[in-house]
């Protein structure tokens, strides 16, 4: 199988599995925190153990200022998780998903008042396309708290997600694999205080989806998306990226039966193509949970944009 093909197989394995994320998440049965703490619990041991295997820790790469980095923005990516999973149960899954897509244009802003780097009337006419697609699609009408509320939340991760990006690009040196362990391992600590172990202990068949968040989710994703990652143009990565939205609205709608209405519709292309514009047009990673990495150039990051949860 050629490089670039075996590429995009995982790749659009990786975000068919994120696609599904959403149903783990419910069927868990658990709330938003402590679905996120079994997540980042179980999915340290899966990145922990195939970076021993592979050796990654040996010349590891880490300095204090790089430990601290990655530490940083674990904690922006946990909490990134927590809103995530409570705009699923404020709203769907389909409409968080969504909404939470709009991580490019914060990182754009981002860029522009912290680095002082320029927006470009094209990015600008491309944000004001994308926030008339974000109306559309929210649907909220005058009193729907619920609606609102999800918007909120999954606006906040897509924050939370930018700012995880924004910090962690400027890791150079250390594989992704090992931020990303990094980031899960933070989360424990930070998010130990909200989890009800009493409540845990009865989810029975919950553990299953609760670990396959972990390892599946975590894990396996992250391992075939940082594979994939350098045999892949940057193009390619960003157009796949977006079937992630898509199997999440087609999951979303095959088990719980929830899909947009027309109006809504009309929005999600408007907020695709904006994204996929504004992503391609950007010379840094957009909204990876572990940007690229010099160093180690067989398994660094590409310089594209993934929006896997």
């Given at each position: ?101 709009t991580q490019p244009f914060f990182l754009v802003l981002l860029g522009a008042v912290f680095m002082r780097e320029r927006i470009s ?165 957009v909204a990876a949970p572990a940007p690229r990495t010099a160093g180690h150039a067989p398994e660094d990051a590409s310089p594209a ?5």
């Amino acid at each position: 199988m050629r490089n670039e093909t075996r590429g995009t197989v995982e790749l659009t394995l990786a975000m068919v599995l994120s696609g599904t994320l959403g149903v783990f998440v419910v069927e868990s049965g658990a709330s938003p925190f402590e679905v996120v703490f079994f997540r980042c619990l179980f999915g340290a041991i899966a990145l922990g153990v195939y970076s021993a295997v592979r050796g990654f820790f040996t010349g590891h790469g880490f300095t204090a200022r790089k430990f601290g980095l990655a530490a940083l923005g674990g904690g922006f990516i946990v909490f990134n998780w927590v809103f995530l999973f409570e705009a699923y149960e404020a709203t769907s899954i389909s409409l968080a998903t969504v909404v939470y897509h709009t991580q490019p244009f914060f990182l754009v802003l981002l860029g522009a008042v912290f680095m002082r780097e320029r927006i470009s009337a094209g990015k600008l006419g491309w944000l004001g396309l994308a926030f008339v697609g974000l109306v559309l699609v929210s649907g909220v009408r005058p009193g729907d708290t619920a609606s609102l509320k999800g918007l909120g939340f999954a606006l906040a991760a897509a924050v939370l997600y930018a700012l995880a990006t924004f910090v962690t690009k400027r890791i150079t040196g250390v594989r992704p694999h090992l931020i990303a362990l990094v980031q899960v391992l933070v989360g424990l600590p930070l998010l130990l205080p909200f989890v009800d172990f009493g409540q845990a202990a009865g989810l029975g068949a919950g553990w299953a989806w609760l670990v396959g968040l972990g390892v599946v989710h975590t894990g396996l994703m992250y391992v075939l998306m940082y594979a994939a990652y350098a045999k892949l143009p940057t193009a390619k990565i960003a157009v796949l990226a977006f079937t992630y939205p898509a199997v999440a609205m087609g999951v979303d709608w095959a088990v719980y039966g929830h899909h947009i209405g027309l109006v809504q519709a009309l929005g999600v292309p408007l907020i695709v193509l904006a994204s996929l514009k504004v992503t391609l047009a950007a010379r840094t990673p957009v909204a990876a949970p572990a940007p690229r990495t010099a160093g180690h150039a067989p398994e660094d990051a590409s310089p594209a944009a993934t929006r896997a949860a």
